[in-house]
């Protein structure tokens, strides 16, 4: 079974504050996600990277960095937390054509 | 720009009953059209696909109805089960890694 690990359940931040959302995967995955899930919004991708070092833009990457620094991990960076950044962050890797999206269990982020 | 629009919001059904979920899409280009089941306190998990060239797929009291020409598709959960109340989620998906586009979701919830 494919395990992608987030390293935070929970996480509550100060506005301003500069937070790292990490994940890591134990599948050799060449592709990882970051989505961010709001009601009624269903999941937004915010950034992806299909190698290390290497990282592409998705819907929604304003106020939002990431690293992939290793193959396994792929963090997400805020670098000035805001209110409107409050939400469940969940990571996702795949392997390619024909294999599915696999999840986290999701850090829900509070930034107050 | 929206571009998977899912319905109902929230859908309440009773045990035995069946369940429909639909998505339509705009992107002619998609070519992947998974459906993510989702529990509370955990990430998505994939729960069936199709590709644009089959019109139906079925596993077990899951069934995935495709219309490439209305650029819709719908998920019928037969016989649903109290074990069924989750979120459910359309995606669309483009291109060899998999990078999806997600409906807003469904919360279902099958009464005993």
């Known amino acids: 079974d494919v395990k992608v690990t987030q390293s935070s359940r929970y996480l509550v931040k100060r506005t301003g504050e500069k937070v790292f959302l990490e994940c890591v995967q134990d599948?050799?995955?060449?592709?990882m996600f970051w989505y961010r899930q709001d009601p009624g919004l269903g999941l937004r991708l915010i950034y992806f990277s299909y190698d290390v070092k290497m990282k592409e833009k998705g819907d929604i990457p304003e106020g939002y960095s990431v690293s992939r620094e290793k193959k396994e991990r792929f963090s997400l960076i805020l670098e000035s937390a805001s209110t409107n950044q409050t939400s469940m962050y969940l990571c996702a890797t795949t392997g390619g054509n024909n294999s599915p999206l696999h999840f986290g269990n999701g850090t829900r982020l509070t930034v107050t | 720009q929206q571009q998977v629009k899912q319905s109902p919001q929230s859908l309440i059904v009773q045990k035995g009953g069946i369940s429909i979920i639909n998505c339509a899409y705009e992107?002619?280009?998609?070519?992947?059209f998974p459906w993510y089941q989702q529990f509370p306190g955990k990430g998505p998990a994939l729960l069936i696909a199709i590709r644009p060239d089959v019109s139906e797929k079925k596993e077990g009291r899951f069934t995935i109805s495709f219309n490439k020409s209305a650029k819709q598709f719908s998920l019928h959960i037969m016989d649903s089960q109290p074990g069924d109340s989750a979120t459910y989620f359309c995606a669309a998906g483009l291109g060899a890694a998999r990078q999806l586009t997600f409906g807003s979701g469904t919360q279902l919830t099958v009464l005993p």
């Open positions: 992107n002619t280009a998609f070519d992947y």
């Open positions: 599948m050799d995955h060449e592709n």
